[in-house]
């Protein structure tokens, strides 16, 4: 054994791993490159599990069937429901009809049924009892009437100036006057300018009227006012009430 390892040549040339002064590669040398140590096997301490927050699973719905088994139940109640709930609708207020209308009415919900022929001397008695039962009803309500007068008289009101021509508000009037010779009588002219109703034009017109003058203070020329009365004369239906304006 000692004889062969003599006689074996040895290989003296340099490995190509390590670098040579002749080489190229002296003035840089490259970076050993280190092998990883074999790793030992280390035995691995047990690691506490954390404990892992389950997902909540979805719960089977199990409680479905219960409420299609139950919603015949229900649904009888919510039809009677509303009919229990809903206020009773207020009763419609009766038309009141006029008795010409409800007549008329009357007349055209008949059936058609015909009543039994009767005599002309059937006839006039019901007429005439007709007649005598209105005639017995507006008695009545006549002499009612007249006792409600009776028994609460209207006040006498006293007679006011100016209102002696009866009810209701006497008519005013402005003029000239024309004419003052008869006694306590005096003649105003009325002079009117009122547009046409058609043409629009301004037409002028007088008239003329007999008022009383119980003082003959009213001459020829003033402008006075005078009121309407009852009838003082044949033609006189007004009275002075006051003079405006002394003639120049």
Known sequence: MIENEEQQPVDETPAQDEPTEDSPQSAEPEAPVEEAPAQEPVAEEP??????AEEPVAEEPVAEEAPAEEA???????????????PAEPA?????LHPKQARKRARSQHTGETRPQRSPEERAAERSDRRARLSASRRAYRQKQRAQRAASPRPEVPQQEGREHGPGAPRVRQGIVVSAKPDKTITVRIDIARRHRTYKKIVRSSSTLHAHDERNEAHEGDTVRVIE?????RTKRWRLVEILERAR
Do not use: G, I, W
Request: charged share 30%; hydrophobic share 40%; aromatic share 0%.
């Open 92 to 96: 419609e207020p009766e038309e009141v």
């Open 72 to 86: 015949p139940a229900e649904e009888a109640p919510a039809d009677d429901a509303p009919a229990a709930a809903a």
């Open 47 to 52: 690691v506490a599990e954390e404990p892992v």
């Open 229 to 233: 009365t009852r009838p003082l004369s």
